[in-house]
């Protein structure tokens, strides 16, 4: 068994690469029988990553990322949560929520403790008649 790869090539002549529709010579995204599910493809996903832009700027929201940017989700998701009408849901969610901050509260706990401890043992140490 060979391995086949679209025959579109680029303008450098290089070719696609990727692997051909089942019963043809090109991948999806260069399958002229395709072209318009593709071009339908792109704009939902531009659509997608402008509407992603603006709810994280909306949120101010940086991603998964670092502790911050997830504790601010967290905190995000809880203004929402206390918002909605009191409900067993609502309060399981925001039961969750707290865990979730625990957790991460503890996290950056260890993280804060390590780092003093990792600082101190790189001090150097003095002893009686100078440095070790």
Known sequence: ????????????????????LRDGDFCLWHDPQHADEVTEARKIGGSRRKRERTVA???DFEGLTSTDSIRRLIEIAVVDTLSL???VNR???????????IKLL???????????????????RLVAGGRR
């Open 1 to 20: 068994m060979t391995d086949r790869i679209c025959t579109f090539k680029k303008a450098s002549g290089e070719r696609c690469g990727s692997p051909p």
């Open 57 to 59: 700027v909306a949120y």
């Open 85 to 87: 009408d009191n409900s």
């Open 91 to 101: 309060n399981r969610t925001l039961a969750y929520l707290a865990q979730s901050a």
């Open 106 to 124: 503890g996290q950056g706990e260890h993280t804060r403790i390590a780092s003093r401890h990792c600082n101190q043992a790189l001090k150097p």
